[in-house]
């Protein structure tokens, strides 16, 4: 099913009848730069998607040679002819990016990106705040900023909450483009998938995912989150808390009897 809006040209809907939403990024003579408008066509998908019961999992893709370039420099230069030599506007910007950095990480539905092309930046950061990530072969990602005196400092937050301090160091200090195969390695993405097999890779995912319970996989997607913040013990006290609460519930209650009986279960996603 597709839906029409004014945020078209930018980033495209389509639900299938397994439940995944994919969006796509769409402004490929920009190299799918996060510009205001697509930052908040994203912010406005991500929102409508959480509260959406019909949407079971988000695929991220994007058109065109390059998955994401990162923030819009062009707009960004024009942003510094304020009286504040652009400060109020920068710090717009970064806020709002910011918000949809999180508005992936708090969706209650799990959100994979599908990448072709090159993801630097901001873009890099945009795969990186996914819950899961599938590349092309040919992917190559980056967080370029020292080649022009701007350190990738949001990036950053999400990059070192995927690899390793020492890659996510190497990747921000050099700011070389790492292959997709290396992006494996390091965790930054999944796998890497011949360019042709890529989207059938990522909805066999998708589809996997999607058939699960809905609020178990909310649940369960919370909870990561929250509990990689803690310390040990109060991350097993409230991962305890989360299991006897999950415990209790009706799709909880129904997969245990399913497996117990050797059938299919029947998700009533509560």
């Not at 701007?150 to 200090?173: I, Y």
């Not at 909880?252 to 299919?264: H, V, W």
């Amino acid at each position: 099913m597709q839906t029409a809006r004014p945020e078209d040209d930018l980033l495209l809907d389509a639900l299938d009848q397994d439940g995944v939403l994919r969006l796509t990024l769409n402004d490929p003579k920009r190299r799918n730069a996060l510009s205001e408008a697509m930052l908040g066509a994203l912010g406005a998908a991500f929102a409508k998607a959480a509260h959406d019961p019909a949407v079971r999992v988000i695929v991220l893709a994007a058109n065109g040679p390059a998955f994401c370039a990162g923030h819009d420099l062009k707009e960004m230069t024009a942003g510094r002819a304020g009286p504040d030599q652009g400060r109020a506007y920068f710090a717009m910007v970064m806020a709002k990016c910011a918000g949809v950095m999180q508005a992936i990480v708090h969706c209650p539905k799990p959100v994979i990106a599908e990448v072709t092309g090159i993801a630097t930046a901001a873009g890099c950061q945009l795969v990186a705040s996914c819950d899961l990530a599938i590349a092309a072969d040919t992917a190559q990602f980056s967080t370029p900023g020292v080649h022009i005196g701007l350190f990738c400092s949001t990036p950053m937050v999400a990059l070192s909450r995927n690899v390793a301090d020492k890659f996510a160091m190497e990747m921000l200090l050099t700011g070389d483009m790492t292959p997709a195969s290396r992006a494996a390695e390091i965790g930054l993405v999944n796998r890497a998938v011949p360019t042709e097999a890529l989207q059938q890779a990522t909805m066999e995912m998708a589809r996997k995912i999607a058939s699960k319970s809905s609020m178990t996989l909310a649940t369960g997607k919370r909870a990561y989150y929250a509990q990689r913040e803690m310390g040990l013990s109060d991350a097993y006290d409230y991962a305890s808390a989360v299991m006897v609460d999950n415990m209790l519930a009706t799709d909880a209650t129904e997969g245990i009897n399913a497996f117990l009986q050797k059938r299919p279960p029947q998700w009533q996603d509560a």
